[in-house]
């Protein structure tokens, strides 16, 4: 598919707006800042900084990088794997290597969108990016610890170093912050899901910590003064920048562009697959390098594109990237009128919150698919691509990582083919087949090329919109393997096909891919009666059967 400019982005999305539709973005945008604003608050001060550049910087991520987004559904801000990562450059070079960094990291980012290589992120196995997610929900989890227990405990080079260290004991934890902690986890936790659509968990968690302790008025740490400003008293401006020692942080700043690019793409296909509406990755590197070179100036810190908001918004009923901006605008709202209030939230109920969101963050659904399979291969890529995450710098796990990716695609081939086809009636007589090739409503799609995690990208996009289908036919007779992310792929593909009314049927399935169907289950829930040992069996087999279209 051709690359769109922004200005045809605009022109497909604000077609036919009207104000229904702008109700409905400003309902999701709405919605999108009550989640967005606790976890601004935490983000920002987990990642070395404060309250208040958490704030600035998920304000101006939705304004710039909403606006220029690849896709209407983007919305960017601080996140959690980033602030793993801003949090031992601050202990390293302070806010202003942070902001360098990030600023390096934005241009980087730019010049990926501008040369369209953002095709190349795409080129990172499923095991290893969920081995990456929760080795960071870890570093998130045990940087938090010594806000839930009230102490203050000396640092380590390491998560791993610094997660040993509390089993050394030495400190005595202050109950005050347990309890104010616990009333958070225990209210996110028990919040009923309807509940949360309408009133985020998290935010009510805050409220109820910080109501109790200003009733209480207990002796533990808040977050204290939140300046009613976008233009931060600390920031980065030109005077600041160690223009002579700016190849130190060439190596921070490649760290922060590898996830800030991964963890946008990777949001921008979940919410893809939710809406149906493809991202253009190489306009959204643009965004996040446009947004992250402007964010530092103002005191703020690295941005991506986040899951949770931007699910958040498509699920609220939000149609365009007003949503972002609106959203923005509402964060921008609240830290002008309730920077007061805000300033009371004590730091554990921050905790509380990263504590449940480093859970949530693991991939679960992946890991368990992953496990429950035995997959050998994607077990040692997650296991070793989350120890290193834990117990090494950051920019070493990304390398480690990335050194996986590549034994693996290099194990593997390169790319897949994917041709669509109505059948042709003349072809079957030829074949001897006469009864059949009259339905027009059977595709028969001809792949060829193994189905693995650098083609699932094109896989997917091949069959979004198939229209007026009563049958679709997969001849895989030219795939020679399949892997975990390409079982995942065909298993969302059947699902899809399953809830549209699509029967999808394989044929000419090759020993090895069908013993990996079998043990992915698969087979299974594809059901034996529609695997076939040619496309012309299953051709007749699906004209048998009838089709609503033709009214049979």
């Known amino acids: 598919m051709p690359r769109r400019s922004l200005i045809q982005l605009y022109k497909e999305e604000f077609t036919g707006y009207n104000i229904g539709k702008f109700r409905q973005d400003l309902l999701a945008g709405l919605t999108v800042a009550a989640v967005a604003l606790p976890l601004a608050l935490a983000f920002g001060v987990i990642s070395g900084a404060t309250a208040s550049a958490g704030m600035v910087t998920a304000i101006l991520a939705g304004?710039?990088?909403?606006?220029?987004?690849?896709?209407?559904?983007?919305?960017?801000?601080?996140?959690?794997?980033?602030?793993?990562?801003?949090?031992?450059?601050?202990?390293?070079?302070?806010?202003t290597g942070v902001w360098v960094a990030g600023g390096l990291a934005g241009v980087m980012l730019l010049i990926i969108g501008l040369l369209r290589l953002g095709r190349f992120i795409a080129f990172i196995p499923a095991p290893v990016i969920t081995g990456f997610t929760s080795g960071i929900a870890l570093i998130i989890a045990i940087g938090q610890i010594d806000n839930l227990l009230g102490i203050q405990t000396a640092g380590s080079e390491s998560s791993a170093l610094k997660f040993i260290g509390y089993f050394k004991g030495g400190f005595t934890p202050d109950w005050h912050t347990l309890v104010l902690s616990a009333v958070v986890i225990a209210t996110m936790i028990l919040w009923p899901k309807k509940w949360n659509a309408r009133f985020p968990s998290s935010l009510m968690g805050i409220i109820l910590a910080t109501v109790v302790n200003l009733l209480v008025k207990w002796p533990v740490s808040i977050i204290g003064e939140i300046p009613q400003t976008l233009l931060l008293s600390d920031r980065l401006s030109f005077n600041t920048i160690p223009w002579d020692h700016l190849q130190e942080f060439i190596g921070p700043s490649l760290t922060?562009?590898?996830?800030?690019?991964?963890?946008?793409?990777?949001?921008?296909?979940?919410?893809?697959?939710?809406?149906?509406?493809?991202?253009?990755?190489?306009?959204?590197?643009?965004?996040?390098?446009v947004g992250n070179m402007i964010i530092p100036f103002f005191g703020g810190v690295p941005a991506t594109a986040a899951i949770a908001r931007s699910s958040v918004g498509i699920k609220s009923g939000g149609k365009t990237r007003l949503v972002s901006i609106i959203h923005a605008l509402a964060l921008m709202a609240s830290m002008f009128f309730l920077a007061p209030v805000m300033s009371q939230i004590p730091l554990t109920a921050l905790a509380g919150v990263l504590v449940v969101t480093a859970w949530r963050m693991n991939?679960?659904?992946?890991?368990?698919?992953?496990?429950?399979?035995?997959?050998?291969?994607?077990?040692?890529?997650?296991?070793?691509?989350?120890?290193?995450?834990?117990?090494?710098?950051?920019?070493?796990?990304?390398?480690?990582?990335?050194?996986?990716?590549a034994m693996v695609f290099l194990n593997d081939s390169a790319s897949i083919d994917i041709q669509i086809q109505e059948v042709d009636p003349q072809k079957l007589r030829g074949r001897g087949i006469e009864n059949a090739g009259h339905c027009r409503h059977v595709r028969v799609a001809y792949l060829t090329g193994p189905l693995f995690f650098a083609a699932t990208g094109n896989f997917n996009e091949a069959f979004l919109n198939l229209t007026d289908t009563h049958a679709l036919i997969l001849s895989m007779r030219g795939v020679p393997l399949i892997d975990t992310s390409g079982m995942q792929a065909l298993n969302s593909l059947h699902h899809a096909m399953k809830k549209a009314g699509i029967v999808l049927?394989?044929?000419?399935?090759?020993?090895?891919?069908?013993?990996?169907?079998?043990?992915?289950?698969l087979e299974a829930q594809i059901?034996?009666?529609?695997?076939?040992?040619?496309?012309?069996?299953?051709?007749?087999e699906a004209e048998k059967r009838g089709c609503a279209y033709c009214g049979e």
């Open 256 to 289: 922060i562009t590898a996830l800030g690019a991964v963890e946008s793409l990777l949001c921008g296909a979940v919410a893809s697959n939710m809406t149906g509406i493809r991202l253009q990755a190489n306009q959204e590197l643009i965004a996040q390098g």
């Open 505 to 521: 049927m394989l044929a000419g399935v090759q020993p090895s891919v069908q013993q990996m169907l079998v043990r992915g289950g």
């Open 63 to 95: 304004l710039i990088i909403g606006g220029l987004s690849g896709a209407p559904y983007q919305i960017s801000g601080p996140t959690g794997a980033m602030s793993a990562v801003l949090i031992v450059l601050v202990q390293k070079y302070g806010l």
């Open 363 to 405: 991939e679960w659904e992946s890991i368990r698919y992953i496990f429950r399979n035995r997959f050998k291969t994607a077990i040692i890529t997650f296991s070793i691509t989350l120890l290193a995450t834990v117990a090494l710098d950051l920019t070493q796990a990304i390398m480690i990582g990335a050194f996986l990716s």
């Open 527 to 540: 059901g034996q009666e529609n695997v076939f040992w040619s496309a012309d069996q299953a051709i007749v």
